[in-house]
């Protein structure tokens, strides 16, 4: 069965950087694209972008461009994503997410969420 | 970026038909998917492309619409459905959800 295991919790200070992964199963990892989506209780779920999992090519919401870097290891089937720059804003849980099968942009699977939480 | 706009709330009691109703400040055509949220948990698909359910999905969640309203109907409503409930919409870009609407029941 699909399975999308996100990195544990992170504590970072502000102006760090943190790298989170999403390590897929069950289902050829390059087929794919992975998309991340942050969580927050005042802005609620906001679509950070995705990546192509076969070629590495990115596609970023402008509002996420600059913090956010995806990448993948395609040996370990597994993506990342990168965030710099760290302020209490990025706070937030942060999932990673997988379409059906076809060109599409609804989740059907998701990761488990990881906790970011920047704080001095 | 297209703004979805959702009650924040319901409360319903259990056997009752309830709809949850998601506004797209522009169309989407029908691309607009349902997501279910429990406490602690990943969200989970419920309905894609304003009326197709998602596998493993009961019967009881339906949903309806196109170009800027959307439904999402449970009906009955059970216990378990207490939950918060996002619509997302993938038309345009960048994809956009919902505030989301808190499902109590009474």
């Known amino acids: 069965q699909v399975q999308l295991q996100q990195s544990g919790a992170e504590l970072a200070k502000p102006g760090s950087s943190v790298k989170i992964s999403c390590k897929a199963s069950?289902?050829?990892?390059?087929?794919?694209?992975i998309s991340w989506i942050k969580q927050t209780t005042g802005q609620g779920l906001e679509y950070i972008g995705y990546?192509?999992?076969?070629?590495?090519?990115?596609n970023y919401n402008e509002k996420f461009k600059g913090k956010a870097t995806l990448t993948v290891d395609k040996s370990s089937s597994t993506a990342f994503m990168q965030l710099s720059s760290l302020t209490p804003d990025d706070s937030a849980v942060y999932y990673c997410?997988?379409?059906?099968?076809?060109?599409?942009?609804?989740?059907?699977?998701w990761g488990q969420g990881t906790l970011v939480t920047v704080s001095s | 970026d297209t703004v979805l706009t959702q009650s924040p709330a319901l409360a319903v009691s259990p056997g009752e038909r309830v709809s949850i109703s998601c506004r797209a400040s522009?169309?989407?055509?029908?691309?607009m998917h349902w997501y279910q949220q429990k406490p602690g948990q990943q969200p989970k698909l419920l309905i894609y492309?304003?009326?197709n359910l998602a596998s493993g999905v009961p019967a009881r969640f339906s949903g309806s619409g196109s170009g800027t309203d959307f439904t999402l109907t449970i009906d009955p409503v059970e216990a378990d459905d207490t939950a918060t409930y996002f619509c997302?919409?993938?038309?345009?870009?960048?994809?956009?959800f919902g505030g989301g609407t808190k499902l109590e029941l009474k």
């Open positions: 997410a997988r379409r059906l099968p076809g060109y599409n942009f609804w989740f059907a699977y």
């Open positions: 069950g289902y050829t990892f390059t087929s794919y694209y």
């Open positions: 997302q919409q993938s038309w345009n870009d960048p994809r956009t």
């Open positions: 990546i192509n999992t076969g070629s590495g090519g990115t």
């Open positions: 522009e169309g989407v055509n029908s691309y």
């Open positions: 492309k304003a009326s």
